[in-house]
């Protein structure tokens, strides 16, 4: 990445800062919120927990080039994670039509759902508001329109999240960091998923 654009999303950085969030900690229960497909159809993210223990994995979109690396790189636990009796949700600001034209989405086998209306994000603690000279700039200077990729005027973005939920919905693990930049490694996530019974 040049770096300009990470300048770019180093300002994305700055905004996250500013954020008096609380996110969601180990021991919590995850709220009862709807999402939506990517054929924007609604489901209760509790009904789709409650079917195995699950990682939900919050990126900021399909725009973001550090969410897209981490999203194939999570491909390769996939296997693992279906062995462990685990599924992986991926949620974002992307609206339904948006989350088809992911990078790399037909290398993904996982499930990506749409928090558009940031709902989810808020919920869990972790939404924070980009601000409006940013927003101008995403999409004059580098083309990143965040309206048309969530659909929605809020300009607001999740901190990039991993949650590992049991089929009770309780948090049995946490790991929230406002550093777009840093994501938890793949490996970690199938670490923190074995190390507990479902």
Known sequence: MNRTLSLLFA???LAATQSNSAPLKEGDSIPDVKLRTETNREVSLRKLVAEKPTVLIFYRGGWCPFCTRHLSDLVGIE???EKA???LLAISMDQPSKLRETPNRDQ???RLLSDSEA?????FGIAFQVEDD???KYKESYQIDLEAAS???HHILPHPAVYVADRNG?????YVNPDYQVRLEPAKILERVKGFQP
């Open 11 to 13: 300002g994305t950085l």
């Open 79 to 81: 296997q693992d994670l």
């Open 85 to 87: 009796g685990a599924q």
């Open 108 to 110: 993904l086998g996982y």
């Open 119 to 123: 709902l989810a994000a808020k919920a």
């Open 134 to 136: 940013l927003v101008k």
């Open 151 to 153: 659909g929605q005027t």
């Open 170 to 174: 309780r948090i049995r693990f946490a």
